[in-house]
């Protein structure tokens, strides 16, 4: 069996759904029927790294690519239920960078001074300020914090659910249960995709495969540096302590990220000893770890209940910035993968390109440096604030 269709994208995460949506709504003016459709291969969509995730969502980063992607996403993030019809919480509380080191400070007055020049407007506060904020932080080591008001949390779920409720009401029809296992290719051209139930005829290929993107490129003859590797979460009961204006704390010496996560607080690391591999199994020594390096911060959590830990996959680039853009040497596969650990704070911005580059316009924003070819020319530079 076979069917046929404009676009097929691969991988029904928050990144392919933002997709979608921007595609069908901007350039398919709401008459995606038949011409747009997502392949995703677990029962439900939003199931894979998009439901594991923090929900953190931030301008703060080192290089004006992500900062503008960030800036334009929270504009899409803050009227989500105008732009999609449904309602989404996004808590502006803040992101606060703890630094405890000279060369701390340095390093983020640094990017203050490029995220301030691209209108991100950040604090510096003061320990008395930053304990005032967060009353149960451990502050006497710290020199300062920085911290962007605009920056916030929200719940995954609810963005990945807002934009499938949208593209199904905007015709792109989703399959669900159905694995992608094959790239039907005529010379350097993508012609069809396969999948567990029938091929697709398409003229176009989003390969939105998260973790998993390496593999999709694979079937194209495409080595893409996409690689997975487990990072780990754990929730705890309810705290009393943690009040509403609680906001992000990233602790810059330790590298442990928390937030409240009502009713009590959600913890991540990102452990430099895990390995890359499709690994997602919860591992006590990791949920420890993680656990040990919150104390330091917050000791008051010694007497929390645990909630709930759990593992789930980055999708990680030497780099750690995103790979976005056309495939290199072939035609009608596009990339839009490895946000190495942002690619739900990214998604609006993602998806938007991504419709640029389809309608042949030039993207909105410059995307250059997100470009598939850097890796061939070795004109790497890192993102240097990376969780
Ligand atoms: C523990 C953790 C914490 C994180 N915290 C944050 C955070 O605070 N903020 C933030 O912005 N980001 C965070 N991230 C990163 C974020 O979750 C990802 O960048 C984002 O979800 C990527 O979305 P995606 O749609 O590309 O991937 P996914 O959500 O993984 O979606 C890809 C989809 O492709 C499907 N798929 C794969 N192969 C095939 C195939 N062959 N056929 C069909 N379907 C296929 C998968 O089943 C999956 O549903 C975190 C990630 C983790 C693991």
Request: one cysteine or more; aromatic letters at 8%.
């Amino acid at each position: 069996m076979s069917k046929s269709a404009d676009i097929v994208i691969i991988g029904g995460g928050v990144i392919g759904l933002s997709c979608a949506f921007y595609i069908a709504r901007d350039l398919y003016n709401g008459q995606a029927q038949g011409k747009v459709i997502i392949i995703e291969k677990e029962p439900v969509t939003g199931a894979g790294a998009t439901g594991k995730n923090a929900g953190g969502i931030r301008a703060q980063f080192s290089s004006p690519e992500n900062i503008i992607f960030s800036l334009r996403s929270i504009e899409a993030f803050e009227s989500f239920e105008e732009e999609t019809g449904s309602p989404l919480v996004f808590q502006q509380c803040g992101y606060l960078f703890l630094q405890s080191t000279q060369d701390q400070v340095d390093s983020f007055e640094k990017q203050a001074t490029l995220q301030r020049s691209l209108g991100v407007d950040v604090e510096f506060l003061a320990p008395d300020e930053i304990k005032k904020l967060a009353p149960a932080l451990k502050v006497d080591d710290l020199i300062r914090g920085n911290f962007f008001s605009r920056d916030g949390i929200a719940d995954p779920g609810d963005i990945a659910m807002g934009y499938y409720n949208a593209v199904k009401r905007l015709g792109v029809e989703v399959m669900t249960d159905t694995t992608v296992t094959g790239l039907t290719m005529s010379g350097d051209s993508v012609t069809a995709v396969q999948t567990s139930r029938e091929s697709v005829q398409c003229q176009n290929v989003i390969n939105a495969a998260g973790p998993f993107a390496a593999e999709i490129a694979k079937m194209a003859g495409y080595d893409l540096q996409v690689i997975p590797v487990k990072r780990q979460i754990v929730v705890t009961g309810p705290l009393d302590y943690i009040n509403d204006e609680f906001p992000m704390v990233v602790d810059v010496s330790t590298g442990v990220y928390f937030h409240k996560e009502t009713p009590g607080l959600l913890m991540g690391w990102a452990d430099p000893k895990t390995k890359p591999g499709y690994d997602e199994s919860t591992d006590d020594d990791y949920t420890d770890e993680i656990l040990m390096r919150t104390l330091e911060r917050l000791p008051r959590l010694e007497d929390a209940e645990i909630g709930a830990a759990w593992g789930g996959l980055y999708e990680t680039t030497p780099d750690h910035r995103a790979i976005i853009g056309k495939a290199p040497g072939i035609n009608g596969l596009i990339f839009v993968n490895g946000f190495s650990g942002h690619g739900l704070m990214h998604a609006p911005a993602a998806g938007m390109v991504i419709a640029d580059i389809i309608s042949g316009a030039t993207p909105r924003f410059d995307i250059t440096d997100f470009s598939p070819e850097r890796f061939a020319k070795g004109a790497l530079i890192h993102e240097t604030n990376i969780i």
